[in-house]
């Protein structure tokens, strides 16, 4: 068996599928013979150059992209709503873990074709719970004015329990700035929603981001949190 694949327009490809299983299917299922390759040696596709072009459908590639476009709007869409919903109505901080909970369902637009969250929507979900947040954090001002990126550095999660489909759950959010007062310090647990937690139980956790971020400016200067929070 020989498998292998082909860095030809890889990166276009990762971009264009990145969002959904069913993407990458999209991509897969059509004559892109360039970017997944497995068969028998026998096969002549397999003795063909490595360093051929991706002679992929021209209509698959197009609903690709077209699906790809709709789902950055979609996501846009939500996240503009929880950063206005921010504004509205500030997230409660709870005084035991200083975190912020946001509950939340399991919506058709974050499921895949098991019927559960998909992997990757938790990382967008949590990053839609950082949108929640940020205007209560007191940099937001400062953001809007000095142009600042936010901008992750590394993130990890921990996968423990599915969240099936139109299942209610809660994100709690907690954010830490350390002595160095560089990185910011977010981890998000997504917990079962109290709805759903038996009498005297604990509620289940269902997964466990970590994320570490720095803001700059434009120029790439780094700047320190708690002097544009206003912390001093």
Known sequence: MQFWVSRVNIRKYIYNVRATNIQILLYTSGNCTALFREGPVSDPRARQPKNE??????????????????????????????????????????????????????????IDTYFHMNNAQYLRVSELARWRIFPATGIFGAVWKQKLMFLAVEQNITYLKPIAAFQK????????????????????????????????????????????????????????????????
């Open 169 to 232: 759950y809660v994100v709690s959010t907690t954010c830490d700035v350390y002595a160095d007062d560089k990185w910011l310090y977010y981890e998000h647990i997504f917990l079962q929603h109290p709805d759903e937690v038996p009498k005297d139980k604990e509620p289940k956790v269902f997964a466990k981001v970590n994320l570490r971020a720095v803001m700059k400016l434009p120029d790439g200067k780094t700047v320190k949190v708690r002097t544009c929070a206003g912390i001093v």
């Open 53 to 110: 072009s991706c002679s992929h459908h021209p209509k698959s590639y197009k609903n690709a992209v077209q699906r790809s476009g709709e789902v950055m709007l979609v996501y846009t869409t939500r996240m503009l709503w929880h950063l206005a919903m921010g504004f509205i109505k500030a997230p409660k901080v709870t005084t035991v873990r200083r975190s912020a909970d946001l509950a939340m369902r399991c919506s058709p637009l974050d």
